[in-house]
Antibody, heavy 119, light 109 residues
Framework: EVPLVESGGGLVKPGGSLRLSCVASGFTFTNAWMNWVRQAPGKGLEWIARIKNKAVGETTDYAAHVKGRFTISRDDSQNTLYLQLNSLKTEDTAVYYC??????????WGQGTLVTVSS | EIVLTQSPGTLSLSPGERATLSCRASQSVSGSYLAWYQQKPGQTPRLLLYGSSSRATGIPDRFSGSGSGTDFTLTISRLEPEDSAVYYCQLFGTTPPYTFGQGTKLEIK
């Protein structure tokens, strides 16, 4: 059973917005630190955002080139992680993975959802 | 921002051989924060090693990690055809951003 299932990807025009979701199961979501990692077509992995759990204040961190445009959030009552993508650029085209982490590694990965930014 | 540089870019070896993959950090880091991932073609990445040398659940002991400071190594002994993949190192848990290396593509002839 896949512990993380993303959805919400699709085709969007430059400047547009999209919200990705990731539903978790099979582990204690409320304790997990959650991340988004993306992979542009034919390229490597790129970490883009993390949100800690409520016990440590749901602190968020972002990669520099998405900060101010992307927002990570979580709803522990729904075991769901979100990524709001605004002001999208063509270079944001990628498969977006959610990942549950410990404090030192990305333990669980979803299957990814494809975001295509194109006019 | 700490940069991770992996080498070689591509490695082509035969079944049964040993693969040595390198991950070099632009400044000294704690091995506690160094992880390795495997991504097979068309698949999701999978955690192999964390803390530079601890194997994740279900990872065979053919996979081992070592290193300290700026130089870390992933060794795969007795290569099998299913080891064909791209391998990434990542520094995770220190100060963000949690950068990945650019990856090493391992091809099994």
């Amino acid at each position: 059973e896949v512990p993380l299932v993303e959805s919400g990807g699709g085709l969007v025009k430059p400047g547009g917005s999209l919200r990705l979701s990731c539903v978790a199961s099979g582990f204690t979501f409320t304790n997990a630190w959650m991340n988004w990692v993306r992979q542009a077509p034919g390229k490597g992995l790129e970490w883009i955002a993390r949100i800690k759990n409520k016990a440590v204040g749901e602190t968020t961190d972002y990669a520099a080139h998405v900060k101010g445009r992307f927002t990570i959030s979580r709803d522990d009552s729904q075991n769901t992680l979100y990524l709001q993508l605004n002001s999208l650029k063509t270079e944001d085209t990628a498969v977006y993975y959610c990942s549950a982490s410990s404090d030192t590694y990305l333990k669980y990965w979803g299957q990814g959802t494809l975001v295509t930014v194109s006019s | 921002e700490i940069v991770l540089t992996q080498s070689p870019g591509t490695l082509s070896l035969s079944p049964g051989e040993r693969a040595t993959l390198s991950c070099r950090a632009s400044q000294s880091v704690s091995g506690s924060y160094l992880a390795w991932y495997q991504q097979k073609p068309g698949q999701t990445p999978r955690l192999l090693l964390y803390g530079s040398s601890s194997r994740a659940t279900g990872i065979p002991d053919r996979f081992s990690g070592s290193g300290s400071g700026t130089d870390f190594t992933l060794t795969i002994s007795r290569l099998e055809p299913e080891d064909s993949a791209v391998y990434y190192c990542q520094l995770f848990g220190t100060t963000p951003p949690y950068t990945f290396g650019q990856g090493t593509k391992l091809e099994i002839k």
